[in-house]
């Protein structure tokens, strides 16, 4: 089984739609979680930290579920520019900090 | 701004070939990473180190080792060059969560 597991998609929304991501993860002592953007042929770039009380960045909401061990990404009010690969993301401390990705979830915003 | 540096954008090597691939980050940070990434598997963790002469093996490290003897720079080694490694590989950097990546280097083996 895959530490970080996410749906890889591809899903494809309307401009304006609100889209969910899911994420589990399996190692239950992971402390660390984010959502990172990759667009193509570039490197990813973080999105945001996911914290336990859940936050809000503008459009987008990230939740952890620490108890069912998922973790979650809701976009609003899709843009085109919100086109990209949206990868789960989990540290876990073992000496150091060792960051586990998911293998993405392709999204496709259209007109 | 954080910057993490790879030496090469592209690079082409013949089977059997020894390759490094080398990355420095500016800001001091004790964790790096090296990752490969393919279509429909995502980032893959090769290798990583949280300090200097440090490493730890990711969920790949068959047919790659690394070298971290400055804390700045964090290099990858393909001993022997093999077709199955032909991958985008990426480099990270982190303070201590998440990670600020290099711009990649496509690596072709022929």
């Known amino acids: 089984r895959k530490e970080v597991e996410q749906d890889p998609g591809p899903f494809n929304v309307p401009e304006g739609a609100t889209v969910a991501f899911n994420c589990t993860y399996s190692?239950?002592?992971?402390?660390?979680f984010f959502w990172y953007r990759q667009d193509c042929r570039k490197e990813p770039k973080l999105l945001m930290s996911?914290?336990?009380s859940g936050n809000e960045d503008g459009r987008f909401t990230a939740q952890l579920n620490r108890a069912s061990q998922y973790i979650s990404l809701l976009i609003r009010d899709s843009k085109l520019s919100d086109s990209a690969t949206y990868l789960c993301?989990?540290?876990?401390?073992?000496?150091?900090?060792?960051?586990?990705f998911g293998a993405g979830t392709r999204l496709f915003v259209k007109a | 701004d954080v910057k993490v540096t790879q030496s090469s954008r592209y690079l082409v090597k013949r089977t059997g070939e020894k390759v490094f691939l080398e990355c420095v980050q500016d800001?001091?940070?004790?964790?790096m990473f090296w990752y490969r990434q393919d279509p429909g598997l995502g980032l893959r963790l090769i290798y990583f180190?949280?300090?200097?002469?440090?490493?730890e093996k990711g969920d790949i490290p068959e047919g790659y080792s690394v070298s971290r003897e400055k804390k700045e720079r964090f290099s990858l080694i393909l001993e022997s060059a093999s077709t199955n490694q032909t991958s985008m590989y990426l480099c990270?950097?982190?303070?201590?969560?998440?990670?600020?990546f290099g711009q990649g280097t496509r690596l072709t083996v022929v």
């Open positions: 190692n239950s002592a992971s402390q660390s």
């Open positions: 800001m001091d940070h004790e964790n």
């Open positions: 993301v989990v540290s876990q401390n073992t000496g150091g900090f060792k960051t586990i």
């Open positions: 996911v914290y336990s």
């Open positions: 180190s949280y300090d200097v002469k440090m490493k």
């Open positions: 990270a950097s982190s303070p201590d969560r998440g990670a600020f």
